[in-house]
């Protein structure tokens, strides 16, 4: 079909550098995949069963468009635990996956012409989202020299007349980095004093290492009402394929975004919802070990990392390590090639993520320790190669 039918928004732009290597992943045996944010744990199995049992019991039909009761009172009840803010069932909208929410935000909230300022290298669907409400994302350039965390400085330093959002991706994606609570407060008191809206995407905030801690945002003086969480189960629970996530937002935002919501998706597929109920309501244990299986890789990679003589930003979140394979000689792009074609690892360079440079990758720690080691000396042995 020719691109002229379609409408501005979807101009087609090249295959981007992720799938492209994806697609030679497809074409190759062995390979170490290190590139997805999808985590390698299986659902645990209570969760599953919980599934299965709604399903039996007739949960194949449309929810209520904001989602199951019971679900919105359990994340109400976890947003409250974790030291965030206090939210009603009403003013919180299920979605499939954070990804929609994100969407339906970005579609509710945005104007054409307005802008949203965002770390950069960051979450690139933010991007995405906010073009397709014809609005912009403004780039802060983060660097590793202050371990590509925002500053309240650098927000500010970014807003023009044009600025409606100040979004806050904590702990990081792409960077696995976690904005200080002290900066993040900072952050905040910039958003007030500009009368801006915060989305603040909470998704990977208990997956911390190194006693780092997530800082909610709303739940901080005078944020309530000019806030919106964003979070899910993809993460916390290894749920990416359930496709459950979530919005909670000021009350006066939450009908015409809902709306929004049930447009798009009526709601959020009902065996998912009961799925999450679970998650939340049964055993933490699960959480717990995966996080500190996650701990256990980090430490792996980055002993390998450093044994390249390939710096890194000191990764204290979600399950990624962001490295700097600039001395390797080779472009981030080519770099990931490389190592797919001749070392049969997959990573992905940091231009998927909007990055400004082509010196970074990152690496998923969604592999057991000992693919991670064998990454290790297959990259290593791909690095010597090039330095060579
Ligand atoms: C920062 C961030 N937000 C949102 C999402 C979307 O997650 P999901 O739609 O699986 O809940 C992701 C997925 O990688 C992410 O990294």
Redesign the pocket.
Same mark, same amino acid.
């Given at each position: 079909m020719p691109t002229t039918r379609l409408a501005h928004r979807a101009a087609l732009k090249d295959a981007r550098v992720n799938i492209r290597l994806q697609d030679i992943a497809d074409s190759l045996t062995d390979v170490i995949r290190m590139g997805r944010?999808d985590p390698d744990f299986d659902t645990p199995a209570h969760i599953v069963r919980a599934g299965q049992e709604a399903l039996a019991k007739g949960a194949t039909h449309y929810t209520h468009a904001q989602g199951i009761l019971p679900l919105r009172q359990a994340i109400a009840k976890d947003i409250v635990a974790r030291g965030g803010a206090s939210y009603t069932p009403e003013q919180i909208v299920v979605t499939? &996956? *954070? #990804? #929609? *929410?994100?969407f339906t935000v970005a579609l509710g909230l945005l104007d054409p012409g307005d802008e949203m300022v965002a770390a950069c290298p960051g !979450?690139h669907?933010y991007h995405q989202a906010a073009e397709l409400a014809g609005a912009r994302v403004v780039d802060i350039r983060t660097t590793m020299a202050t371990n590509f965390t925002l500053t309240a400085e650098m927000v500010e330093a970014h807003i023009t007349p044009k600025t409606k959002i100040v979004v806050v $991706?904590n702990p990081s994606?792409p960077t696995g980095t976690v904005t200080p609570p002290e900066e993040v407060a900072r952050i905040a008191e910039v958003a007030k004093a500009h009368d801006l809206l915060v989305i603040s995407?909470e998704? !990977?905030a208990q997956l911390t290492y190194g006693g780092a801690r997530v800082q909610p945002v709303a739940s901080l003086p005078g944020m309530a009402e000019r806030t919106i969480t964003?979070s &899910?189960?993809?993460?916390t629970y290894a749920m990416?394929g359930w496709? $459950?996530?979530y919005f909670a937002a000021p009350a006066d935002l939450v009908p015409a975004l809902a709306a929004i919501h049930n447009g798009l998706a009526i709601s959020t597929a009902s065996v998912s919802q009961h799925a999450a109920l679970a998650a939340l309501t049964g055993p933490q244990d699960c959480v717990e070990d995966m996080r500190r299986t996650y701990d256990e890789r980090r430490a792996v990679l980055c002993e390998g990392l450093r044994a390249m003589g390939i710096p890194y930003a000191e990764p204290q979140g *979600?399950f990624f390590v962001y490295a700097n394979v600039a001395s390797v000689g080779l472009g981030a792009t080519a770099f990931c090639e490389k190592l797919l074609r001749e070392g049969k690892v997959l990573v992905f360079p940091g231009v998927v993520y909007g990055d400004y440079t082509d010196d970074f990758v990152r690496l998923s720690l969604t592999q057991p320790v000992e693919k991670i080691r064998e990454a290790c000396a297959r990259m290593a042995g791909v690095v010597a190669a090039i330095r060579a």
């Amino acid at each position: 079909m020719p691109t002229t039918r379609l409408a501005h928004r979807a101009a087609l732009k090249d295959a981007r550098v992720n799938i492209r290597l994806q697609d030679i992943a497809d074409s190759l045996t062995d390979v170490i995949r290190m590139g997805r944010g999808d985590p390698d744990f299986d659902t645990p199995a209570h969760i599953v069963r919980a599934g299965q049992e709604a399903l039996a019991k007739g949960a194949t039909h449309y929810t209520h468009a904001q989602g199951i009761l019971p679900l919105r009172q359990a994340i109400a009840k976890d947003i409250v635990a974790r030291g965030g803010a206090s939210y009603t069932p009403e003013q919180i909208v299920v979605t499939p &996956g *954070a #990804q #929609q *929410a994100l969407f339906t935000v970005a579609l509710g909230l945005l104007d054409p012409g307005d802008e949203m300022v965002a770390a950069c290298p960051g !979450y690139h669907p933010y991007h995405q989202a906010a073009e397709l409400a014809g609005a912009r994302v403004v780039d802060i350039r983060t660097t590793m020299a202050t371990n590509f965390t925002l500053t309240a400085e650098m927000v500010e330093a970014h807003i023009t007349p044009k600025t409606k959002i100040v979004v806050v $991706v904590n702990p990081s994606n792409p960077t696995g980095t976690v904005t200080p609570p002290e900066e993040v407060a900072r952050i905040a008191e910039v958003a007030k004093a500009h009368d801006l809206l915060v989305i603040s995407d909470e998704i !990977y905030a208990q997956l911390t290492y190194g006693g780092a801690r997530v800082q909610p945002v709303a739940s901080l003086p005078g944020m309530a009402e000019r806030t919106i969480t964003i979070s &899910g189960f993809s993460k916390t629970y290894a749920m990416t394929g359930w496709r $459950v996530g979530y919005f909670a937002a000021p009350a006066d935002l939450v009908p015409a975004l809902a709306a929004i919501h049930n447009g798009l998706a009526i709601s959020t597929a009902s065996v998912s919802q009961h799925a999450a109920l679970a998650a939340l309501t049964g055993p933490q244990d699960c959480v717990e070990d995966m996080r500190r299986t996650y701990d256990e890789r980090r430490a792996v990679l980055c002993e390998g990392l450093r044994a390249m003589g390939i710096p890194y930003a000191e990764p204290q979140g *979600a399950f990624f390590v962001y490295a700097n394979v600039a001395s390797v000689g080779l472009g981030a792009t080519a770099f990931c090639e490389k190592l797919l074609r001749e070392g049969k690892v997959l990573v992905f360079p940091g231009v998927v993520y909007g990055d400004y440079t082509d010196d970074f990758v990152r690496l998923s720690l969604t592999q057991p320790v000992e693919k991670i080691r064998e990454a290790c000396a297959r990259m290593a042995g791909v690095v010597a190669a090039i330095r060579a």
